[in-house]
């Protein structure tokens, strides 16, 4: 690899405007945790203060004596919420990594055609597959389950995308084929050769799935209380009015820490993914 000659002027410059740029995509979510640690009266003060002047968690406290005096405790909707982002995530990274390994690595009748349509499939979100989805669950009889939230996600097709364009560049054919000439299973040769190799790629798909999965609001699937989610109660809570403003700051807060906390322990795989994710050879 060819070493970059910069000047020190140039390297101090160039940290600054990476310091910048980070600072600028900071801002939000520094002006979020900022809310939830104000007063209801500094929260309306103008000009609007950045680092609150009286720090204070009233904010977290009133948003679980709200959820206190829901129908159903607040430990329910939490156990749904946890249940829904660990087998959800886990069926996801699971199903993908299986599914992309036999489109990469196996010949076989329609592996193209199957591609082909993986690729189209990422044109359609959630809200245009929200009713095929939902007449299909009413079908399978899952309506007002977890399973109406935890199935449709088996079959991400962008994390599947995703590693099946990792597998394609990072996981050479020969290292597969010496391994079954020295008597591997394709089982084995699964768990124990291609499953490490793509450790960038799934934590790439276990931070989609639980960022999607965590903050799920099921509506049209889940209609029993005892079946809704944790972001479903707290955005219930959120819209009481301006008086909950700073328990709406408190409950941003709250929703947004598992993501954040998931993805810096996988920030380097995540980095690793995306840039080899679009190469070709």
């Known amino acids: 690899m060819r070493r ?80 829904i982002t660990v087998v959800g995530t886990a069926g996801n990274v699971i199903f993908g990594c299986m599914a992309a390994y036999a489109l990469c690595k196996l010949k076989f009748m329609g592996r193209d055609l199957i591609s082909n349509l ?40 962008l994390s599947l995308y995703l590693i099946k364009q990792f597998m394609e560049q990072s996981l050479p054919d020969a290292i597969l084929e010496s391994a079954r000439l020295e008597g591997a299973s394709e089982w084995k040769v699964f768990w124990k050769i291609v499953m490490p190799n793509l450790k960038p790629a799934w934590c790439t798909a276990i931070l989609l799935s639980v960022q999607a999965l965590w903050n799920t609001i099921p509506n049209m699937l889940i209609y029993s209380e005892e079946n809704k989610t ?44 995306m840039a080899t994710s679009g190469m070709k050879e």
């Open 4 to 83: 970059v000659n910069r000047s020190k002027g140039g390297t101090i410059a160039l940290f600054l405007v990476i310091a910048i740029i980070g600072l600028l995509v900071a801002f939000p979510m520094i002006i979020i945790v900022g809310n939830s640690l104000k007063t209801l009266s500094e929260l309306w003060k103008f000009p609007p203060t950045i680092i609150p002047e009286n720090p204070t968690f009233k904010n977290f406290k009133d948003m679980f004596q709200a959820m206190s005096g829901t129908t159903v405790p607040f430990s329910r909707y939490l156990v749904n919420t946890i249940i």
């Open 118 to 157: 993986i690729v189209k499939a990422l044109m359609f979100n959630m809200t245009v597959t929200a009713i095929p989805s939902y007449f299909v669950m009413s079908k399978l009889g899952i309506v007002d389950s977890l399973w109406a939230i935890i199935l449709p996600t088996l079959g991400s097709t």
């Open 230 to 273: 944790l972001a479903y109660v707290l955005n219930q809570v959120s819209a009481s009015g301006l008086s909950r403003a700073g328990v709406s700051a408190a409950i941003t807060v709250f929703m947004m820490a598992v993501p954040i906390t998931v993805f810096l322990f996988s920030q380097n795989q995540v980095l690793q993914t």
